[in-house]
Each structure stands twice: as structure tokens, then as C-alpha cells.
């Protein structure tokens, strides 16, 4: 990107020590719902310093520009923030997430400009106008010329502010980065944000015991089409409950042990991170860490072991700093998958309405392979967009597998 993104990443304190958070929703939200899920999170027994939220739009539900209350709520209580605007919208609809971002900035000064760790532009878009993401109805995505204008929009918007330093990136799963039709993206971005999802992998051995292995080979993947980048985990989970997907069964124990394997070795590695999800309670599949603000297995990783997987000169340079780095992978998109963008995705939320229709401001949220296989929808995002028409409710995700339409694209 510019050389001058080192001297970026120095002048924003956040930035430089690793962050770790959950993926928070703006549907059926305010202030006071969003301060009792920091506040919970910040307390989870057994995490360590899960302090950081990550947003998906800058905009409160039911307004059209006014600031998510998400922000209040995270000066409140101490939670640093990565913003998000939501970009699978047209320009018009954009502009209403700038304007949002701006009047932040305004309103609320140097308490809010002091907890900003990073900027997301838009968050899997690539993967919703590839034709697995069209199959599974996932709704409204963006162009990669798109995505690029729109991150120089947020660029300029931010000039000579308190947001001025803070970097900017995009969120989106390991097929899209690796594709070369959307180079431009990558090297319009500070970092590179990926949403992983093994348990959605269903065109590989995506078993408990081999989850681990494929999490970091599509680490490793994007890494190698970087450019040195660093990359911040933007979801990953396994689910509590759900159905089986492929040879993945969702469990408790299994939640347990992919916490234990990932996200206990991006915490050793000081990986950004931001887990899907605090609270899942009554979607399935269900990836929820915690009910009623009790944990639903052990997250303490001070006994998980130091050496389970070997290293990679590609890994160690994405890392928020210096540590153990994991296997290599191959930088193709898996065969049989040829997609306008090279992406499928993962999207889930914690209350996963069905919305055939696709209508926007929808609750369904889309959830894909990550591996590019399968996909299917369950609006986290509010993935579910029409038109280029603004959600009301954007989380995050990962969604049911289709298994008739992915097998389909496969063969």
C-alpha cells in the first residue's frame, strides 16, 4: 500500500498491541443493550482481555445517519472499537455511513477517536456477487472498483480529523484475496480483514481434528497475496449447536476445542482478533461463546499448548507483532470453484430469520464456506440487501449450508 503505513500503524497506540473482541450487531440494539454486552464480554470468565467490539455499519437502526449508539456505549465502558461501514449499498446509501462517521468524529471527540483501532469499508461483498453467493440468494454485494472508490472515499472523509491515522481495511474470506481480480481491493487497504469458518468448509476434511489445520492454511493463503499486510481475524467461530456440515458436528467440546486451537494461538501469536459471538442464544447453528453472561466452556488459554503447528515465513509478518507463525498453504482457489471473485464466505446471526425475499433491512444473514463450497443465508449483516438500499440491522455470521446448491457448484 503507501510506505507510509508503518508510520500509520505508530502513531495509533491501539493499533499496536493485539486486540481481542467480539462481532456485535446493530439490530434490535441501543445504548443500553450494547453497554450490557461489553461490559459482559469484558468480564467473560476465562477470556483474556476480550475488550474490543467490531461494527458492521457506523448508522443506528430505524435513522437514517445518526451514529450508532454502539459508540456511547463503548466510551462508557473502556471497549475500543473497530468501525465498519456497511458497503454492499449504493452511493447514495454510502454517503449516509459517511456522514454517520462524520458526525461521530463531531459529536463525540477524542473520547471516541482515542478507542478506534481500525476502519472496515464493507465486510464479505466480494463473495455475495460471486455466483456461490447469488445461488444462495445472499443479496446485495460490491464490485472490487467499487470497494476501492468507497475506501477512498472514507480516506478523504477522514482527513485532518482525530480519525486521520487510524487504518483502514476490508473484510472478506480467504477465495476473494487470493483471486487476482481483486488485487486492487488489497492494495487499497491498511490490513486485511478475513472471516474463517472450517466448520463451513464442507468440501474438505472439516472435522474437529483437522480444523486447526484448514483456520491456518487459509491464513497462510491470504498472507501469501498480502503484501505484508497485516491480517486481522474479523470472525471466526465453531458452533455450539446446529446442524453437522460435512464431517463438522457442531458441540459444545468441538466450540471448545477450536477456541482452544485458534483462538488461543492467535491470542499467543498477538493477532487481532474479533470472535463470532458473544451471545448466540436460539439461532442455529448457534456459535455463541456464552449464555446469560456465563461462558459455555472453558476459554482460558493459559494451559493450551505453546507448539501446535509448525511455522511458515508467511505468517509471521501478519501478525499484529512477532510470534510463532503456522503452516504453509497453497495460494490457489480450490479446484472446481470458479467464481467472478474467487469468494464464498461465512455470515451468521444470532437470530437468523428467514427472508427468502431478500428484502432489505432484512434479519436474514448470509453464511458460506470459507473454502469456497458451500454457502447458504441467515442475514448477520444484514447481508440481505436489495437495491443498493441501506440495512437497518448489520452482524455477522455464518450462515446454513446449501448443500444441493454447493454440491451443484462443486461439480
Same mark, same amino acid.
Request: aromatic fraction near 8%; charged fraction near 15%; proline fraction near 4%.
Given at each position: 500500500?503507501?510506505?507510509?503505513?508503518?508510520?500509520?500503524?505508530?502513531?495509533?497506540?491501539?493499533?499496536?498491541?493485539?486486540?481481542?473482541?467480539?462481532?456485535?450487531?446493530?439490530?434490535?440494539?441501543?445504548?443500553?443493550?450494547?453497554?450490557?454486552?461489553?461490559?459482559?464480554?469484558?468480564?467473560?470468565?476465562?477470556?483474556?482481555?476480550?475488550?474490543?467490539?467490531?461494527?458492521?455499519?457506523?448508522?443506528?437502526?430505524?435513522?437514517?445517519?445518526?451514529?450508532?449508539?454502539?459508540?456511547?456505549?463503548?466510551?462508557?465502558?473502556?471497549?475500543?472499537?473497530?468501525?465498519?461501514?456497511?458497503?454492499?449499498?449504493?452511493?447514495?446509501?454510502?454517503?449516509?455511513?459517511?456522514?454517520?462517521?462524520?458526525?461521530?468524529?463531531?459529536?463525540?471527540?477524542?473520547?471516541?477517536?482515542?478507542?478506534?483501532?481500525?476502519?472496515?469499508?464493507?465486510?464479505?461483498?466480494?463473495?455475495?456477487?460471486?455466483?456461490?453467493?447469488?445461488?444462495?440468494?445472499?443479496?446485495?454485494?460490491?464490485?472490487?472498483?467499487?470497494?476501492?472508490?468507497?475506501?477512498?472515499?472514507?480516506?478523504?472523509?477522514?482527513?485532518?480529523?482525530?480519525?486521520?491515522?487510524?487504518?483502514?481495511?476490508?473484510?472478506?474470506?480467504?477465495?476473494?484475496?487470493?483471486?487476482?481480480?481483486?488485487?486492487?481491493?488489497?492494495?487499497?487497504?491498511?490490513?486485511?480483514?478475513?472471516?474463517?469458518?472450517?466448520?463451513?468448509?464442507?468440501?474438505?476434511?472439516?472435522?474437529?481434528?483437522?480444523?486447526?489445520?484448514?483456520?491456518?492454511?487459509?491464513?497462510?493463503?491470504?498472507?501469501?497475496?498480502?503484501?505484508?499486510?497485516?491480517?486481522?481475524?474479523?470472525?471466526?467461530?465453531?458452533?455450539?449447536?446446529?446442524?453437522?456440515?460435512?464431517?463438522?458436528?457442531?458441540?459444545?467440546?468441538?466450540?471448545?476445542?477450536?477456541?482452544?486451537?485458534?483462538?488461543?494461538?492467535?491470542?499467543?501469536?498477538?493477532?487481532?482478533?474479533?470472535?463470532?459471538?458473544?451471545?448466540?442464544?436460539?439461532?442455529?447453528?448457534?456459535?455463541?461463546?456464552?449464555?446469560?453472561?456465563?461462558?459455555?466452556?472453558?476459554?482460558?488459554?493459559?494451559?493450551?499448548?505453546? !507448539?501446535? +503447528?509448525?511455522? %511458515?515465513?508467511? &505468517?509471521?509478518?501478519?501478525? /499484529? =507483532?512477532?510470534?510463532?507463525?503456522? $503452516? #504453509?498453504?497453497?495460494?490457489?482457489?480450490?479446484?472446481?470453484?470458479?467464481?467472478?471473485?474467487?469468494?464464498?464466505?461465512?455470515?451468521?446471526?444470532?437470530?437468523?430469520?428467514? !427472508?427468502? +425475499?431478500?428484502? %432489505?433491512?432484512? &434479519?436474514?444473514?448470509?453464511? /458460506? =464456506?470459507?473454502?469456497?463450497?458451500? $454457502? #447458504?443465508?441467515?442475514?448477520?449483516?444484514?447481508?440481505?440487501?436489495?437495491?443498493?438500499?441501506?440495512?437497518?440491522?448489520?452482524?455477522?455470521?455464518?450462515?446454513?449450508?446449501?448443500?444441493?446448491?454447493?454440491?451443484?457448484?462443486?461439480?
Amino acid at each position: 500500500m503507501k510506505s507510509s503505513i508503518l508510520a500509520l500503524f505508530g502513531s495509533s497506540s491501539v493499533a499496536l498491541a493485539a486486540v481481542r473482541g467480539f462481532n456485535y450487531g446493530s439490530q434490535g440494539h441501543s445504548h443500553g443493550s450494547f453497554t450490557e454486552q461489553f461490559k459482559i464480554a469484558a468480564n467473560l470468565e476465562g477470556a483474556n482481555d476480550y475488550t474490543s467490539a467490531r461494527l458492521y455499519t457506523m448508522i443506528q437502526e430505524g435513522t437514517t445517519n445518526t451514529p450508532i449508539e454502539a459508540i456511547q456505549a463503548a466510551i462508557d465502558t473502556k471497549t475500543t472499537l473497530l468501525l465498519g461501514l456497511w458497503a454492499s449499498i449504493d452511493e447514495a446509501a454510502f454517503q449516509q455511513e459517511i456522514t454517520a462517521l462524520q458526525t461521530s468524529i463531531q459529536q463525540y471527540g477524542s473520547a471516541f477517536a482515542d478507542l478506534v483501532v481500525g476502519i472496515s469499508v464493507g465486510s464479505e461483498d466480494l463473495y455475495r456477487i460471486s455466483p456461490i453467493g447469488i445461488a444462495a440468494d445472499s443479496g446485495y454485494g460490491q464490485s472490487p472498483d467499487v470497494l476501492v472508490k468507497y475506501i477512498d472515499q472514507v480516506r478523504t472523509a477522514i482527513q485532518g480529523t482525530s480519525l486521520a491515522s487510524k487504518p483502514i481495511g476490508h473484510v472478506d474470506t480467504w477465495n476473494v484475496y487470493v483471486n487476482s481480480s481483486n488485487a486492487a481491493v488489497i492494495a487499497a487497504c491498511d490490513w486485511i480483514g478475513l472471516d474463517e469458518y472450517p466448520y463451513y468448509q464442507t468440501t474438505d476434511e472439516n472435522e474437529i481434528g483437522n480444523a486447526k489445520t484448514l483456520f491456518f492454511e487459509a491464513y497462510d493463503k491470504v498472507g501469501a497475496v498480502a503484501d505484508g499486510k497485516p491480517i486481522w481475524i474479523t470472525e471466526a467461530g465453531w458452533p455450539v449447536s446446529g446442524p453437522t456440515s460435512n464431517l463438522a458436528t457442531a458441540s459444545v467440546n468441538n466450540a471448545e476445542i477450536f477456541w482452544q486451537e485458534v483462538a488461543c494461538e492467535l491470542e499467543r501469536r498477538e493477532v487481532n482478533t474479533w470472535w463470532y459471538i458473544l451471545d448466540d442464544s436460539g439461532a442455529s447453528p448457534s456459535f455463541g461463546v456464552s449464555e446469560n453472561g456465563k461462558p459455555l466452556y472453558n476459554l482460558d488459554c493459559s494451559q493450551s499448548a505453546s !507448539n501446535t +503447528t509448525s511455522s %511458515s515465513s508467511v &505468517t509471521s509478518a501478519h501478525s /499484529t =507483532s512477532a510470534g510463532p507463525t503456522a $503452516s #504453509s498453504g497453497s495460494s490457489v482457489v480450490p479446484t472446481g470453484i470458479t467464481t467472478a471473485s474467487g469468494s464464498a464466505s461465512s455470515m451468521a446471526t444470532s437470530d437468523a430469520t428467514p !427472508n427468502p +425475499t431478500g428484502a %432489505s433491512a432484512t &434479519t436474514l444473514r448470509t453464511g /458460506t =464456506s470459507t473454502s469456497g463450497q458451500s $454457502s #447458504s443465508t441467515t442475514s448477520a449483516e444484514g447481508s440481505a440487501f436489495t437495491n443498493g438500499v441501506a440495512p437497518n440491522n448489520q452482524q455477522s455470521m455464518a450462515g446454513i449450508a446449501i448443500g444441493a446448491v454447493l454440491a451443484a457448484l462443486v461439480l
